[in-house]
């Protein structure tokens, strides 16, 4: 009885993008950092987006800074492998934790677990990124 009271007052939680939109653009977006594809992560962004990497940092500002620093990682000699451990959605916004294994050739490799929270737009859209990640994060 009490499951279903918390699973019925979730359907008062409205959005404009449904969670399976959401769940798969998460999806594709770790995706681009295995194929090291630029182009196809920043559609999936607002040209006004914000990203917050980590949070604490300057933000990057605007489709054209974020995919400036995203193309460290893209243009580097870095193997990213993401791996998805939770993802929660409600409304336009969602929160996931995943593990990004790094390899870099001599330098060997190292997984940081990752807390990003998204924010889409009506459209469908990320229009907010917040990374949160520290020391403790890389083992």
């Known amino acids: ?3 279903e009271a918390v699973r019925s007052m979730l359907t008062s939680i409205e959005g404009t993008v449904t969670p399976e939109h959401i769940r798969s653009t998460i999806e594709a977006y770790l995706q681009t950092y295995v194929t090291k594809d630029t182009a196809t992560r920043a559609a999936m962004f607002t040209d006004d987006a914000i990203a917050d990497d980590p949070v604490g940092a300057p933000p990057f500002v605007g489709k054209e800074a ?4 995203w193309s460290i990682a893209d243009q580097g000699p870095a193997t990213l492998e993401p791996k998805v451990e939770r993802i ?3 409304g336009n916004e969602a929160v996931f934790i995943f593990n990004m294994k790094m390899s870099v050739g001599e330098m060997g490799s190292a ?3 990752i807390t990003e929270t998204l924010v889409f737009d009506d459209a469908g859209k990320i229009k907010r990124l917040r990374a949160y990640w520290d020391e403790h994060s890389v083992t």
Do not use: G
């Open 1 to 3: 009885m009490l499951k």
């Open 66 to 69: 974020i995919v400036n620093f």
């Open 88 to 90: 929660v959605v409600c």
């Open 111 to 113: 997984t940081m677990k």
